[in-house]
Structures are given as C-alpha cells and as structure tokens.
C-alpha cells in the first residue's frame, strides 16, 4: 500500500525566510500529492496538491515540487510568517494515506 | 468551519468499553475517511466509505468497525478499548472516492481510554 514518510519531523525558520519541507513516498500509485496543513487543536487542512504527471504546483506562497525518479516531494513556503507554524502532511491519494507529518515553528 | 461535523468532542471510557464516533460529512460529499490520531503515530488512515460502500481499508483494528448510512453519516465503533487507543480521531470528507477532490477535516473526536 502507499506510504509517505518525512525527513524532518521539526524545522525551525526565522519569520520572513523560506521553509523548504521534504516528504518521500514509495508507492507510485496515487494520481495526486496533497499537502495538508494542522494547526494546534484543529483537523488538518488542505494547502496545495500537484498531479503525479506534474513537477512543479504554484500557489499562493506555496510551491510543491514533485520529483518521481526519487520519489520525493516537497513544499516550499516562502517568506514564512508566524501563522504558518503548523504541522504540515504530505499524503497520496490511493487511498489518502498520511506520513508523520514535520512541526514547522516560526521565529520572530 | 469545514463543514464535516464529529461528535461528540470529547470522550472519556474505561478500559473495555465500547464507544461509537459520529461524522456528518459536508452537503454533497459521497466519501468519508476515519483517521486516528496519536502522538507518536501521526495521522493513521483506518477507512474510507463512499456512498454507503467501503472503499479502502487501511490500519484498521479488528476491534474497530465503520459504516456509512443512506443519508451519508457515518459511524466509527471501537469496542473492547484499550489504554492503547486513547487518540484523536478525525473524519474527513470529499466529493469522490479515486478522482482527487479536496478533503474536509472535521475537528476530531478526542478519546481517552482510563
């Protein structure tokens, strides 16, 4: 079945830099990636998603990055700000199954 | 607000009891995915129903079972509970059950097992 994992289970940036979070998977199965976004006490949130026949997915602030050769996928946020600590999930979507998830903390 | 609602929020039980978790989908959503929660597991995914159906099964105890009803609300039964399962456990929904559409996360119901 599919499987993410994370590099990272925490990354710490300062406000204003980019934050790169890195995810790798094993399954090729899923037509999407999806990026999820969980705020303390909240349900996860969708961020950015990206089609397995893409590379490159840009939002707003976000970039996701799809490299299949590798199998690894990533999220960049740019100009990262207070309100973006979280933890942050990539997942497939055969079924949408989750990795561990990396705790971004913002530092003022 | 997501617009999928789980109740109840907070659940406290004795070892070996038996407890039901409810999730009402968003209006128009045909699946419904359970999730549990815990610390040091992150986001396991146990089910997916979609229009009534099972869909996909993931880490699913045999103790756990799921069902979606013909208004589309679905349940979450885990018996025989263990200190173990203590947990938040989510709901989500989307519009399809293969095709990618966006999932909508309820708040979780968080369940302590004592």
């Known amino acids: 079945g599919e499987s993410v994992g994370l590099h990272l289970p925490t990354l710490s940036v300062q406000e204003g830099d980019n934050s790169i979070i890195n995810c790798a998977y094993s399954?090729?199965?899923?037509?999407?990636f999806i990026w999820y976004k969980q705020e303390s006490g909240k349900g996860p949130q969708f961020i950015i998603d990206?089609?397995?026949?893409?590379d490159k997915r840009q939002g707003q602030r976000v970039t996701v990055l799809l490299n299949k050769t590798v199998k690894h996928l990533s999220l960049q946020i740019a100009a990262t700000q207070p309100g973006d600590s979280a933890v942050y999930f990539c997942?497939?979507?055969?079924?949408?199954?989750f990795g561990k998830g990396t705790r971004l903390s913002v530092i003022a | 607000d997501s617009g999928v609602t789980q109740t109840p929020k907070h659940l406290i039980t004795a070892t070996g009891q038996r407890v039901t978790l409810r999730c009402s989908p968003r209006s128009g959503d045909l699946s419904v995915y359970w999730y549990q929660q815990s610390l040091d597991q992150g986001l396991q995914f146990l089910i997916q129903?979609?229009?009534?159906?099972?869909?996909a099964k993931g880490n699913i105890l045999e103790r756990f079972s799921a069902q979606q009803f013909p208004d589309l609300h679905s349940e979450l039964n885990l018996s025989s509970l263990e200190l173990g399962d203590s947990a938040l456990y989510f709901c989500a929904s989307s519009v399809g059950q293969t095709d990618y559409t966006e999932a909508f996360f309820g708040q979780g119901t968080r369940l302590t097992v004592v």
């Open positions: 129903y979609y229009n009534g159906e099972e869909r």
């Open positions: 997942a497939g979507n055969t079924p949408l199954v």
């Open positions: 399954n090729s199965a899923s037509d999407y």
């Open positions: 990206i089609r397995s026949n893409m």
